[in-house]
């Protein structure tokens, strides 16, 4: 898969890349939950391993998308996204923006669930879990979390859809897309794994 991910790999790796959010989320208050949010130790998150043979498969799903992107030719592209990929994508384009981070992704029938773990201080891990529900069509996102837990601090069902309107606030504007040709237009998600609509505008489109 090409590195450096650009703005399709932001777009494929959004709801993976909510976490960006989430840990800012924690990280504000740690003061206050110092005891029971964050730990000592990194939590132990076992993967499936990556593979030379698992990169040339991916590479070959995304070959149409990044050619695409590269001519700035208009077009739609529906892209599958295994549990596995998913992965390879928070590696590639989310833990480049955050220190020592890990999480492993599955999902579920009705929730993706994301296993998480990143040094917040010198000396202190973020570890959590936290079970949500992306999905969009045309351009316009609904997130719905389920729960979410930093360490022993289980967030109170309160906070969540406050945390939700937060996240499909970042989903929505993409910023990082910003005067980039390709602008994620849809996501759902089942136990199959993440399909994503990805729209590759001209470059008039685009606004470059």
């Known amino acids: 898969m090409d590195k450096g991910c650009g ?9 993976v890349g909510v976490f960006l959010g989430l840990a800012g989320l924690g990280i504000a208050g740690y003061v206050w939950l110092n005891t ?10 076992d993967r499936p391993k990556w593979t030379k043979i698992d990169e ?11 050619l695409a992107i590269k001519q ?4 739609l592209h529906t892209v599958n996204i295994k549990p596995k990929e998913a992965n390879r994508l928070w590696d590639e ?19 993706a669930v994301i296993a998480f773990s990143q040094r917040a201080t010198q000396d202190k891990y973020l570890n959590g879990e936290i079970r949500l529900n992306v999905s969009g069509e045309n351009g316009e ?5 389920y729960s979410l837990k930093t360490g022993d601090w289980v967030w109170p069902r309160s906070f969540l859809p406050w945390a939700a309107y937060y996240l499909r606030s970042r989903v929505e504007r993409q910023p990082d897309c ?13 136990k199959k794994g993440l399909k994503a609509t990805i729209k590759v505008m001209e470059k008039s489109e685009g606004g470059r």
Do not use: M, W
Request: contains cysteine; hydrophobic residues 45%.
């Open 36 to 45: 029971r949010v964050l730990s000592d130790q990194p939590a132990k998150i």
């Open 72 to 75: 700035e030719k208009e077009s």
């Open 141 to 145: 996102f609904e997130v719905k979390i």
């Open 56 to 66: 040339g498969l991916f590479a070959v799903k995304l070959a149409p998308v990044y």
């Open 7 to 15: 703005c399709l790999g932001f777009a494929l790796a959004v709801t």
């Open 93 to 111: 384009c989310v833990a480049p923006y955050l220190e020592e981070s890990v999480a492993d992704v599955s999902f579920g029938d009705t929730a």
């Open 178 to 190: 910003a005067n980039r040709p390709a602008r994620l237009l849809g996501l759902y998600h089942d």
